[in-house]
């Protein structure tokens, strides 16, 4: 798959408004603004945005605890998102989700699960879904190297081969699960290997190379479109704030968070851009100034909406 | 339909809707060869593409029929036992029940899990015999359906294919080989109704499932006795039709649960709890629960007769009442 250079400028802009919309909701949580806890996805905005820039309104992604990332790369609108999390009646889910589930079908959203590795068997449905009404489309689901240790995971890689169906599987491995460092919760060190032992695919790249995470991701894509089954994709990246805010990463040493300071995927992008004359300095500018003003919009969208009312607590149970 | 298997009434409910809808599908193990009581006999031949084989993998069978179910397709899913589902609690208890009401309304979980469920009173022991409803009737957003009849089996299953929520359809293993009739055609018993299977003014035995048919009998003994009991079957589980059973027990003034599963923190704790609230001017008597033993379930017949719940121990309980 060729780079398209034309998508750059729009990825560029989806990382940044992903980056913003993280930093912001941690400076509101800290400063006591925010109900719940947080888990954000700031470090790994390539990801979330190479793999759904390839993605149509009627593709589904499956998303996790640490979901911002790929709920607002899929489409999903800032303001409601902090809607949701500032709880009001605006939010996402009328504030009955929260940061963690939040959900949008008409734009491929199937949703957020705060239970790690749930999202497999998910994802494994609507996949199923797709191809049992012969539609072209593709099933993304997202999970860490945390979660790839669940047994949802084996039951899902097993049972999407053996249908064939269109599924992505995406392993941000940030190399911790919470606390927990790689090496301490799996012997391998590339994820990818164990799509041998289901009989599919595997590929190990950079995650925090935007345009690596768009080439292999739109490869995967194909393929699966075109019937060619499941892969999985493992993308090596860095989260850079704690599990939660909090979390005093006392697991990471300053020389980790140094180096991968370095290879942080916005300014990366950025120089790419600049270098390659993709984009100059003053479009950069303008793109980020822009999401700044949607951010703070959005804040202000949320804090100016209303809360649910009480009586909304039994509403929506079950269905009529 | 007359003188049938429970699973071929059930057969008949599955078959009616899948040629009604499309979106209809069946997902388990074993379903291809028909299922173990006949409930998808011929379905993979005349439905092709809609009879799914799956892995032994209940986690992913029910995620299968969670994604399905959020695409709006509607899938039936095939646990086998009751007692298989447990390692798949994750699917049903966070993702299922939990969906429509966190993700504001806007995702729907049109499924219906099939599960077998109860004693044969030939040697299933601990693992295979279980009566684990009560978990799942502490569960808000899942309904819990426990047909004791050939015509409410069928009934039941229609409405669960309907309706538009994560059913735990309830097979009664003990009967689902049993004969018996039901209506033919489309025949809908609603879902959160319950029936009163034998009308009585002396004392009223709320039950379910085939613990309910011990029940009955146990009715008709005490009948030959002068001891007229009212017999009420819940028919479906969560939610509790508790109008009935309110006005059942303002007739007679005395009621015994009796039930398979475990008594203590059972489904009948919630039913006499709800009658102490409610109903505690009606009473003359204080309220009895017959259930099943503090144990699991054990393998040798004589401590399987010794835990049954049957119609002997029913009709004792119930004298001892009056």
Redesign the interface.
Known sequence: MKMNNDVLPGMYEMMFRIRTFEMKARELFLAGQLPGFLHLYAGQEAIATGVCTHLRDDD?I?STHRGHGHLIAKGGRTDKMMAELYAKNT????G??GSM?????DIGI??A???VG?G???????????K??GQDNV?VVFFGDGGSNR??VH??M??SA??NLPLIFVCENNGVGFSTVQKLHQKIEDISVRAAGYGFEGFTADGNDALEVYEVTGRAIEKARNGGGPTLLEFKTWRILGHTLGDKELYRTAEEKAEWAKKDPIPRLSKHMLENGIANQAEVDRIEQKIIKEIDDAVQFAIESPVPDASELM?????? | MNNVTMGEVIRDAIHMEMQRDSDI?VAGEDVHFGGMYAEYLGFFEEFP?RI?P??I?E??I????????????R?LLCMGKLDFMMVAF??VI??AA?????????????MVIQANYGMTLNGQAAQHSQSLEAFFCHL??I?VVAPSTHADAKGLMISAIR???PILFLQPLRLMRAKGDAPDGEYIVPIGKANVRKEGTDLTIVSWGPVCCEAVSAAETLEKEGINAEVVDLRTLSPIDFDTVLESVAKTSRLLIAHEAVQQCGLGAEIAALVAEEGMDYLDAPIKRLGGAFCPIPFSPVLETEYFISADKIAKAAREML
């Open positions: 589904q499956v939010g996402y889910c009328h009955k989700g589930h939040i959900a949008d079908p199937l949703g699960t705060g239970i749930a497999m068997p998910i994802g494994l449905g609507a996949a199923f879904a797709m049992y009404r099933t047994g949802t039951e899902a097993n049972m053996l249908y509403v929506g149970v079950y269905a009529d | 599908f593409n799914f799956t892995p993998s986690t992913g029910l995620g299968l029929g969670l994604g399905s179910a959020a695409m709006k397709l899938p994750d699917e966070n993702q939990k969906f429509r009401y966190m993700f504001g309304g806007k995702v729907e979980m049109p808000p957003g309904k309706d538009n929520n």
